[in-house]
């Protein structure tokens, strides 16, 4: 059933054409504008935060192409949740013998399935056409090796993002406007997420918190993957961590909603 | 009883409201949305659940359905807790909001049928069996393959009805299923409810501010004032419990002093016409006797009561006597 539902969360997506089109054109112009930016700071400081020129331009890219997909700037399809909790539509949802949770994540999954076909492809295309970018390097096995790695940290970060983003959306049942924790967690994402600047370029300490709190698992550490920083113990190491975050993150998110369902009343009498 | 499918035993519910008093201040009032409330639901019965606004009719339904649970009192359906066995009670029962939906907004009707035979695990005959019905009852044949954001209102609670109905509830619950629809819309909406009634023995509780539907559909209705309910029984003896009257509307052959008549209360008086209410249960044959003694009648017909002054003479009362 949750696999009926990912279908069609990524079909529904797929309605919106020209939402896509105006996100592809927006991420692949910030990644022009970023990618500028980094060029003139490794310039003057080559190997900055122990990323090479090329290793900096991919991180860019992944970041303009991951934007939509792991959903760092807005709340993906829980942006559905948000507004039916809001209104009050909940109730009718919580009549259905389904697990929200589950439900709302093979919902986000097709969401960003549909995005990473519309939006992440061209943006990367695009920039891998302009710049020279980095592609896994090394044996056959270990580029296979970086690419599979690759896939399996995208989907977790995938999974923590949307158990974040699942919290923030739950707020609306104490908050019912709940932009301000989603600027918050905008802000929280791009910056200690490493979406701005990688968090190894941050001053020890707040490199120190950064690690410490969930956000990297949602972009820092698979773009490394990718870029192959770890070696085969570190991305095992990796890989660990952004489990532990989906399966603590997760839980978190179960006991809040048991907590929430029952503030279901209040919306809409 | 054997064949009780809802129970509700002295079952209440408080919330606890914080409001505003002086800049930091919160005072805490318990309400009571629901009060003592008793009542039973038999296996395939179609009951009228009405009251005001706030009466408590949403949290009557969403005890029953197990997502709120009461704070004191009993309360079963089919046997079970609702809050407890809330999935497994989930599959067996429907629910329709007619200001909410559960259909997939952009995304083609066929597409949150194709959904709800998952969620609820319909085989694939009685799903097909049972859409095709809907399908032809409902007349939604050309709208299967719309998105659900291009449906009319009517067209859309057509869709949730039957979204509601494919994996064969016993019971469904309705609330305010025909608000905002046209006569027509609300016509087909009422006579499938009664096939599904009649045809399945689907147990049916209603909520509504349209009488009509009431009139149409159900054969008992309950009346919830201020989380208590005031009245339990047939429409006719509503008109009993509200003490309601009937007119008689007299046309005379000239213009007269307003009419003194035992037993009769004078409503309005325009030239030769006037308008004298006198309690439903008396007969009005003695009336138009003494009448037409009296006086020189062109024309004489009795109204009788409408269901809407009724109950609104009860939800009245209710709120006195609180």
Same mark, same amino acid.
């Given at each position: 059933?949750?696999?009926?539902?990912?279908?069609?969360?990524?079909?529904?997506?797929?309605?919106? #054409?020209?939402?896509?089109?105006?996100?592809?054109?927006?991420?692949?112009?910030?990644?022009?504008?970023?990618?500028?930016?980094?060029?003139?700071?490794?310039?003057?400081?080559?190997?900055?935060?122990?990323?090479?020129?090329?290793?900096?331009?991919?991180?860019?890219?992944?970041?303009?192409?991951?934007?939509?997909?792991?959903?760092?700037?807005?709340?993906?399809?829980?942006?559905?949740?948000?507004?039916?909790?809001?209104?009050?539509?909940?109730?009718?949802?919580?009549?259905?013998?389904?697990?929200?949770?589950?439900?709302?994540?093979?919902?986000?999954?097709?969401?960003?399935?549909?995005?990473?076909?519309?939006?992440?492809?061209?943006?990367?295309?695009?920039?891998?056409?302009?710049?020279?970018?980095?592609?896994?390097?090394?044996?056959?096995?270990?580029?296979?090796?970086?690419?599979?790695?690759?896939?399996?940290?995208?989907?977790?970060?995938?999974?923590?993002?949307?158990?974040?983003?699942?919290?923030?959306?739950?707020?609306?049942?104490?908050?019912?406007? !709940?932009?301000?924790?989603?600027?918050?967690?905008?802000?929280?994402?791009?910056?200690?997420?490493?979406?701005?600047?990688?968090?190894?370029?941050?001053?020890?300490?707040?490199?120190?918190?950064?690690?410490?709190?969930?956000?990297?698992? !949602?972009?820092?550490?698979?773009?490394? !993957?990718?870029?192959? #920083?770890?070696?085969?113990?570190?991305?095992?190491?990796?890989?660990?961590?952004?489990? !532990?975050?989906?399966?603590?993150?997760?839980?978190?998110?179960?006991?809040?909603?048991?907590?929430?369902?029952?503030?279901?009343?209040?919306?809409?009498? | 009883?054997?064949?009780?499918?809802?129970? @509700?035993?002295?079952?209440?519910?408080?919330?606890?409201?914080? +409001?505003?008093?002086?800049?930091?201040?919160?005072?805490?009032?318990?309400?009571?949305?629901?009060?003592?409330?008793?009542?039973?639901?038999? =296996?395939?019965?179609?009951?009228?659940?009405?009251?005001?606004?706030?009466?408590?009719?949403?949290?009557?339904?969403?005890?029953?359905?197990?997502?709120?649970?009461?704070?004191?009192? +009993?309360? =079963?359906?089919?046997?079970?807790?609702?809050?407890?066995?809330?999935?497994?009670?989930?599959?067996?029962?429907?629910?329709?909001?007619?200001?909410?939906?559960?259909?997939?907004?952009?995304?083609?009707?066929?597409?949150?049928?194709?959904?709800?035979?998952?969620?609820? +695990?319909?085989?694939?005959?009685?799903?097909?069996?049972?859409?095709?019905?809907?399908?032809?009852?409902?007349?939604?044949?050309?709208?299967?393959?719309?998105?659900?954001?291009?449906?009319?209102?009517?067209?859309?609670?057509?869709?949730?009805?039957?979204?509601?109905?494919?994996?064969?509830?016993?019971?469904?619950?309705?609330?305010?299923?025909?608000?905002?629809?046209?006569?027509?819309?609300?016509?087909?909406?009422?006579?499938?409810?009664?096939?599904?009634?009649?045809? =399945?023995?689907?147990?049916?509780?209603?909520?509504?501010?349209?009488?009509?539907?009431?009139?149409?559909?159900?054969?008992?209705?309950?009346?919830?004032?201020?989380?208590?309910? @005031?009245?339990?029984?047939?429409?006719?003896?509503?008109?009993?419990?509200?003490?309601?009257?009937?007119?008689?509307?007299?046309?005379?052959?000239?213009?007269?002093?307003?009419?003194?008549?035992?037993?009769?209360?004078?409503?309005?008086?325009?030239?030769?016409?006037?308008?004298?209410?006198?309690?439903?249960?008396?007969?009005?044959?003695?009336?138009?006797?003494?009448?037409?003694? =009296?006086?020189?009648?062109?024309?004489?017909?009795? +109204?009788?009561?409408?269901?809407?002054? @009724?109950?609104?003479?009860?939800?009245?009362?209710?709120? @006195?006597?609180?």
């Amino acid at each position: 059933m949750y696999t009926a539902v990912c279908v069609r969360s990524f079909r529904r997506y797929a309605t919106y #054409r020209a939402a896509t089109g105006a996100r592809v054109i927006t991420n692949t112009v910030f990644g022009f504008i970023i990618s500028y930016t980094y060029l003139a700071l490794w310039q003057v400081r080559p190997h900055l935060g122990g990323y090479d020129l090329s290793s900096a331009l991919t991180y860019v890219w992944i970041g303009q192409g991951l934007l939509s997909v792991a959903a760092l700037n807005d709340l993906g399809a829980l942006t559905d949740l948000q507004t039916r909790i809001s209104n009050g539509d909940v109730a009718v949802d919580l009549y259905r013998p389904v697990d929200q949770q589950a439900w709302w994540l093979a919902c986000d999954l097709g969401r960003a399935g549909y995005q990473l076909v519309a939006n992440a492809a061209i943006p990367m295309l695009v920039g891998a056409l302009a710049f020279h970018l980095r592609v896994p390097q090394g044996s056959g096995w270990a580029v296979a090796a970086c690419w599979s790695a690759s896939a399996l940290a995208l989907v977790l970060a995938l999974v923590v993002g949307y158990a974040i983003r699942y919290l923030v959306a739950l707020t609306a049942f104490w908050l019912l406007d !709940v932009r301000g924790v989603q600027l918050v967690y905008f802000l929280a994402c791009s910056f200690f997420g490493g979406f701005f600047l990688p968090v190894t370029l941050f001053p020890p300490v707040l490199e120190a918190i950064a690690r410490a709190l969930p956000f990297v698992a !949602v972009f820092q550490v698979p773009a490394d !993957v990718f870029l192959q #920083r770890y070696d085969a113990a570190g991305t095992l190491a990796a890989l660990g961590l952004q489990l !532990v975050w989906a399966v603590v993150l997760l839980g978190i998110g179960r006991l809040v909603q048991g907590r929430a369902v029952l503030k279901v009343v209040v919306q809409g009498g | 009883m054997d064949d009780a499918l809802i129970e @509700v035993e002295g079952v209440t519910k408080s919330f606890v409201v914080r +409001r505003r008093a002086g800049r930091f201040r919160r005072t805490r009032t318990v309400v009571d949305a629901v009060a003592g409330l008793d009542f039973t639901v038999r =296996r395939g019965e179609m009951v009228g659940y009405i009251g005001p606004n706030g009466a408590g009719k949403s949290t009557t339904i969403k005890m029953l359905t197990g997502i709120l649970l009461p704070s004191s009192g +009993r309360l =079963r359906v089919a046997g079970a807790d609702p809050v407890r066995d809330r999935v497994r009670l989930a599959q067996r029962m429907g629910v329709v909001f007619g200001q909410r939906t559960t259909l997939w907004w952009d995304l083609p009707l066929r597409d949150s049928y194709e959904l709800a035979r998952r969620i609820y +695990r319909i085989p694939d005959a009685t799903y097909t069996r049972n859409l095709a019905r809907c399908v032809e009852l409902l007349e939604l044949e050309d709208l299967l393959d719309v998105p659900v954001r291009q449906l009319s209102l009517g067209q859309r609670m057509r869709g949730d009805i039957a979204a509601a109905l494919l994996h064969e509830p016993e019971v469904l619950y309705l609330d305010e299923p025909t608000i905002g629809l046209d006569v027509v819309s609300k016509r087909r909406v009422r006579e499938f409810l009664a096939r599904v009634n009649a045809e =399945r023995g689907t147990t049916v509780l209603l909520t509504t501010h349209d009488l009509t539907d009431i009139e149409q559909l159900c054969s008992r209705v309950m009346v919830i004032d201020h989380g208590r309910v @005031v009245y339990d029984g047939g429409l006719d003896g509503l008109h009993e419990q509200g003490r309601s009257e009937r007119t008689l509307v007299v046309d005379l052959e000239r213009e007269q002093p307003p009419i003194e008549l035992p037993g009769t209360r004078l409503v309005r008086c325009e030239g030769t016409r006037q308008w004298l209410a006198f309690p439903a249960s008396a007969s009005a044959a003695p009336l138009v006797a003494a009448l037409a003694g =009296r006086y020189a009648l062109r024309d004489l017909s009795v +109204r009788e009561p409408e269901i809407e002054d @009724v109950i609104a003479r009860m939800y009245g009362e209710a709120v @006195v006597a609180v």
